[in-house]
């Protein structure tokens, strides 16, 4: 455990990548396989089981500092965390002089004991019982381990690390490559000394990768002037669609669906399943799933697929109405074989032939299950934004831009692939509400409720954003909010309403779970409107004129 506290102060304490890897790395080496298993599950956030609510940990340990409910909640609101906030009010109890005693408390145990035996012990307890108990152990724990402790128990342990980043760290532990250490991660980790042996053995160590998807390839967003030097004919262009990535596979051992969040997902989409069937066994499938009337010419909006998505038993009716299909990207395993590796064009050839022989068997009520991603290409760079804005009459984001001789690797590996999506959609809003933040923002106000005029002269709350702004727009918009507070509600703050915001998201449809009768998808402050009037922000039919106008 101590190991496990220390590694957790370096990342926490910097934000230099190559500092995080090292530490990683150094980690990764030389503590036990099961302390390692249970540690890349925990930074993975795989391992985020809550086995006491933090409103409990804040009650037992009340009980002992007597300090007021308000005052704690007062002192949540400047931390930000609830973990964090218990640990620090502990720190301040009356017999706050006696010094942790570590002998026969369990803090020479393992972080694989503490998470396997010491935290599910104290989490089955009940009442008074359970609260003596964590009482004992937080007054043995080093302030360092008592932080730690509640944020495993909680359920709230978060550390600046990406999956990336922590992934890179056990390939270079083991001396493997990232690709292969990435690829046996995938379809889930659990955390044991034997699953660690496992990702950390040898390549080709008697291992069945077969009931796994592959790691994801993503694209990133577009810098043209990466592009301009290159010749736009050794470019694939193709719309990027607006529903779940996913991985469609026919293996010896059957078929799956797999999100790109590494979920089967086969009961939530039984045609695809049954497509799955009709393809040849060593098949894997990169591509999009959506709902895509089979003799429509453009898919269903997001919000048709949403419908779909976390049902384990879909009804008849449900699939009729919003039948799935898979549009296909990508041929990474064809015959059993591994084509990553070959250039892209040869996989889309390879594809194209794979798709007309599924027509072959494929009745006509299913053909449109299995679908192609359309290519395009492009003869000129200055074309490109105006084949782009073609992608809403599509019901597409916008473009992707694949180089034909480009692998299939994995994560975000920036120069063969590019997304270029549409200009967001925008209305100019007013600021209503807000809220604190977390963590480092806890004394900030940083969520802002913004509304929109209806036909009656009033503001009617239309959507609510956290991003957008910089540190020095985020301060100032602080100052002014404590100025023009007009109510209070709990953590809410009302504002005068005179401060406009532009708006931007990606989508609007209907809604009657929102006052205003409209959701958004994806919005976020675009800029702060110091020049304009609230009176001149826009209104509810602005909003409704702007979703017919997409229709």
């Known amino acids: 455990m101590h190991a496990f506290a220390s590694l957790f102060q370096q990342l926490d304490g910097t934000s230099s990548t190559s500092a995080k890897l090292e530490a990683l790395n150094a980690y990764f080496q030389s503590v036990p396989a099961a302390d390692a298993a249970w540690a890349l599950a925990l930074l993975m956030g795989k391992r985020r089981k809550r086995l006491i609510t933090g409103r409990r940990l804040r009650e037992i340990c009340l009980a002992v500092t007597g300090l007021p409910e308000w005052l704690f909640e007062a002192c949540h609101a400047q931390v930000g965390d609830s973990a964090e906030t218990v640990a620090l009010v502990w720190q301040q109890r009356p017999d706050r002089s006696a010094t942790p005693n570590q002998a026969g408390t369990g803090l020479e145990q393992s972080l694989a004991q ?7 012990a104290l989490a089955a307890l009940q009442g008074n019982e359970q609260a003596e108990a964590v009482q004992a152990c937080w007054r043995c724990l080093p302030a360092d381990q008592l932080l730690l402790v509640n944020k495993l128990l909680s359920g709230g342990f978060r550390v600046g690390v990406s999956t990336g980043l922590v992934t890179r760290a056990v390939a270079r532990s083991a001396g493997l490559e990232e ?5 046996r991660l995938m379809g889930g980790f659990t955390p044991s000394a034997e699953a660690f042996a496992a990702l950390t053995a040898a390549a080709g160590h008697g291992e069945d990768l077969s009931a796994k998807p592959y790691p994801f390839f993503l694209a990133s967003p577009l810098e043209l002037g990466q592009l301009e030097h290159t010749s736009p ?7 990027k669609w607006d529903g779940i990535r996913g991985q469609l596979i026919h293996r010896a051992g059957g078929c799956s669906l797999w999100s790109r969040g590494e ?6 989409f039984p045609e695809l399943i049954a497509l799955a069937e009709l393809l040849p066994q ?8 959506i709902v895509w009337h089979g003799d429509a010419e453009a898919p269903e909006s997001f919000a048709s697929l949403q419908r779909r998505l976390g049902r384990k038993a879909p009804s008849r009716s449900l699939q009729r109405d919003c039948p799935a299909a898979f549009v296909a990207y990508d041929l990474l395993e064809h015959q059993g074989t591994d084509l990553r590796q070959q250039p892209l064009q040869q996989r889309r050839a390879l594809l194209e032939q794979l798709h007309q022989h599924w027509l072959q068997q494929a009745d006509t009520a299913s053909s449109g299950r299995l679908r192609l991603s359309a290519t395009q290409s492009l003869q000129r760079w200055s074309e490109l934004n105006e084949r782009r804005d073609q992608a809403r009459p599509q019901r597409a984001e916008g473009l992707m831009l694949k180089a034909l001789d480009s692998p299939y690797l994995v994560g975000r590996k920036r120069g063969h692939w590019w997304k270029h999506k549409l200009e967001p959609l925008r209305l100019d809003a007013v600021l209503l509400y807000a809220q604190a933040g977390s963590g480092k923002r806890a004394n900030l106000y940083t969520d802002y409720s913004f509304g929109l005029w209806n036909g009656e002269g009033a503001l009617v709350t239309f959507a609510k954003a956290y991003s957008g ?8 918009l602080d100052r002014w909010i404590r100025a023009h507070t007009t109510e209070r509600f709990g953590p809410v703050r009302a504002v005068e309403p005179l401060q406009v915001f532009e708006l931007a998201f990606e989508g609007i449809q209907p ?3 929102h006052k205003c009768g409209f959701a958004v998808r994806f919005p976020r402050i675009s800029r702060w409107r110091t020049d304009k009037p609230a009176s001149e922000a826009d209104s509810l039919a602005s909003a409704r004129a702007l979703m017919e106008q997409l229709a």
């Open 469 to 476: 702004l910089d540190d020095g727009e985020i301060r100032q």
């Open 114 to 120: 503490w998470m396997e035996q010491r935290l599910p």
């Open 282 to 289: 060593g098949t894997a499938l990169d591509g999009e799933v």
């Open 233 to 239: 004919e050794s470019w694939q262009l193709e719309w």
């Open 511 to 513: 809604s009657k779970r």
């Open 179 to 183: 690709a292969l250490v990435a690829h």
């Open 263 to 268: 979920e089967l997902i086969n009961e939530a």
